[in-house]
């Protein structure tokens, strides 16, 4: 994965988006240094994406007054809810009614209801997180009876699939999803898929939030 400076991605993004449809870029920090994020920070990034919640505090507890926004990309275990919703400005992980519950309890009246995307499991993986597609519905109409969450769409981490077909296909059924779902609810905005190695393809297919790390940060340190 070769690595890009921010600008660079920012102006690749740009050239693959539609003007009418325009795309966000999610940083995913994870396993990276405060230090790394404030670098990115000073050139503009705003939104940074983060796999663990104990990590995260961390970091996130360095670097506030900022006026950054921390997305959760993570699996959320239940025990970690209260704190998810403390720390985080969004969760995209959600795939289950516990879950929504917790967040639900435990989002502080102070702060601003809880962004959530309802993770979903588009290729059917085994190993992966994600409700199925046709739980979808009944997740957002919880989502949206607690006044401290806000429903702001999907997301998906599809399967690399070494075929172009089967990549854009798991895609496209994404993309209906979240029409469907936007149709329903009006402040659903949000379809967050796409990564270093596939962003152009996913904005293609009508991504409207690109989760990159690698390609921004280099090399992941490991676990
Ligand atoms: C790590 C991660 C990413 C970023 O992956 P890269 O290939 O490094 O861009 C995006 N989304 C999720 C859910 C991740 O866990």
Redo the contacts with the bound molecule.
């Keep these: 994965m070769q690595t890009v400076s921010l600008a660079t991605l920012q102006r690749q993004i740009a050239g693959v988006s539609s003007p009418t449809r325009p795309v966000r870029l999610l940083a995913?920090s994870?396993l990276q240094p405060a230090e790394a994020v404030s670098a990115l920070a000073a050139q503009g990034q705003r939104a940074f994406?983060e796999?663990y919640v104990q990590e995260a505090d961390a970091k996130i507890q360095a670097l506030s007054g900022q006026g950054l926004e921390w997305h959760l990309?993570?699996h959320l275990q239940s025990n970690k809810a209260e704190l998810a919703a403390r720390i985080f400005d969004w969760v995209q992980t959600v795939d289950r009614p516990k879950l929504v519950q917790a967040l639900a309890q435990h989002r502080p009246a102070g702060l601003a209801p809880l962004n959530v995307l309802i993770q979903v499991n588009i290729d059917d993986e085994d190993s992966k997180h994600g409700c199925r597609p046709e739980q979808v519905n009944a997740l957002a109409e919880a989502i949206v009876g607690h006044e401290r969450l806000r429903l702001r769409g999907l997301m998906a981490?599809p399967a690399p699939f070494p075929e172009q077909e089967k990549r854009q296909a798991a895609f496209a059924r994404m993309r209906a999803l979240f029409d469907t779902l936007a149709a329903r609810h009006e402040q659903v905005d949000t379809l967050s898929m796409g990564?270093?190695?596939d962003f152009a393809e996913a904005i293609a297919a009508g991504s409207t939030m690109v989760?990159?790390?690698?390609?921004l940060f280099g090399p992941r340190p490991s676990l």
């Design positions: 995913v994870k994406g796999n990309i993570g981490i990564m270093s190695a989760r990159v790390g690698s390609a």
